[in-house]
Antibody, heavy 122, light 110 residues
Framework: QVQLVESGGGLVKPGGSLRLSCAAS????????MSWIRQAPGKGLEWISY????????YYADSVKGRFTVSRDNAKKSLYLQMNSLRAEDTAVYYC???????????????WGQGTLVTVSS | QSALTQPASVSGSPGQSITISCTGT?????????VSWYQQHPGKAPKLMIY???NRPSGVSNRFSASKSGNTASLIISGLQAEDEADYYC??????????FGGGTKLTVL
């Protein structure tokens, strides 16, 4: 069965950095686009980034552009999010989510991890 | 990209039907048929309930249906059950090759 397991969250000071990981299993990771989506405490969902199956195409939300970098290692079946210059407003649960297969035209997220909490505070 | 507009809360009694609206623009909801809906129980990850405006993934109850008219999408839950109490989010792919979510709607089953 499809599983996505995030890790790497924790407490970091404003201006600091953190790297999140998402380990995938149960499907051919290299075939799928992947996204990061976050949820601030008590707030709604916010899409922040996606990366194509090959890693050649990447998009970011304006709120994180220039500060966050998404990458993937298909051999390790892993997705990453490098977060720099963190701000208090980046405090959230970060989810990785599976997007479309490279051959499909689907634009939804069918599997989500359980999330990892990032807290930015001094 | 501004968030899609959803009502903050809706409620209904067991067995009744409710509708949750999701209003966007011609750059997202109204621009194509890539609207999806997610259910989220407290402390849990979101679950895909509807994709491509009105399609249900395998395993999702047929009590859940959805539609779209212009820039507004709607999720309809019929035969309300206690287990339906959750937060619901709409989402749309956009003309900028990004995604936008609605602010979320808290469904209370009375």
């Amino acid at each position: 069965q499809v599983q996505l397991v995030e890790s790497g969250g924790g407490l970091v000071k404003p201006g600091g950095s953190l790297r999140l990981s998402c380990a995938a299993s149960g499907f051919t990771f290299s075939d799928y686009y992947m996204s990061w989506i976050r949820q601030a405490p008590g707030k709604g969902l916010e899409w922040i980034s996606y990366i194509s199956n090959s890693g050649n195409t990447i998009y970011y939300a304006d709120s994180v552009k220039g500060r966050f970098t998404v990458s993937r290692d298909n051999a390790k079946k892993s997705l990453y999010l490098q977060m720099n210059s963190l701000r208090a407003e980046d405090t959230a649960v970060y989810y990785c989510a599976r997007g479309r297969a490279f051959w499909s035209a689907n634009y939804y997220f069918d599997y989500w991890g359980q999330g990892t909490l990032v807290t930015v505070s001094s | 990209q501004s968030a899609l507009t959803q009502p903050a809360s809706v409620s209904g009694s067991p067995g009744q039907s409710i509708t949750i609206s999701c209003t966007g623009t011609s750059s997202d909801v109204g621009g194509h048929n890539y609207v999806s809906w997610y259910q989220q129980h407290p402390g849990k990850a979101p679950k895909l309930m509807i994709y491509d405006v009105s399609n249900r993934p395998s395993g999702v109850s047929n009590r859940f249906s959805a539609s779209k008219s212009g820039n507004t999408a709607s999720l309809i839950i019929s035969g309300l059950q206690a287990e339906d109490e959750a937060d619901y989010y709409c989402s749309s792919y956009t003309s900028s090759s990004t995604w936008v979510f609605g602010g979320g709607t808290k469904l209370t089953v009375l």
